[in-house]
Nanobody, 123 residues
Framework: QVQLVESGGGLVQPGGSLRLSCVAS??????????MGWYRQAPGKERELVAT?????????????DYADSVKGRFTISRDNAKNTVYLQMNSLKPEDTGVYYC?????????WGQGTQVTVSS
């Protein structure tokens, strides 16, 4: 079973920044060849996709990104294939960004989810 470990969340004021990390316990080749996504789930709402980054055949390939309209220009997804890690840099945070953030493979998840990392944007 694949393990996904998210970290980096916390309490931040509106306008602040956070950087999330997610480490996947898969082989290096499986990680780099697959697209990865960051999702979030706000209280009482369904999980939604916020950012995607493509994979590729080589350690330096891939890296094409896509974002939900609500986070474009504020969030940046990136990956380090050497560390099996995907990141989400979040700037200009808003209260509506509050939620539990998860990462997983795109478009078909790995079959399991990590515990997520809580992001709370509040003054």
């Amino acid at each position: 079973q694949v393990q996904l470990v998210e970290s980096g969340g916390g309490l931040v004021q509106p306008g602040g920044s956070l950087r999330l990390s997610c480490v996947a316990s898969v082989s290096g080749s499986v990680f780099r060849m697959n697209a990865m996504g960051w999702y979030r789930q706000a209280p009482g709402k369904e999980r939604e996709l916020v950012a995607t980054i493509s994979g590729g055949a080589t350690i330096s390939s891939g890296g094409y990104t896509d974002y939900a309209d609500s986070v474009k220009g504020r969030f940046t997804i990136s990956r380090d294939n050497a560390k099996n890690t995907v990141y989400l840099q979040m700037n200009s945070l808003k209260p509506e960004d509050t939620g539990v953030y998860y990462c997983n493979r795109r478009p078909v998840n790995f079959g399991s989810w990590g515990q997520g990392t809580q992001v709370t944007v509040s003054s």
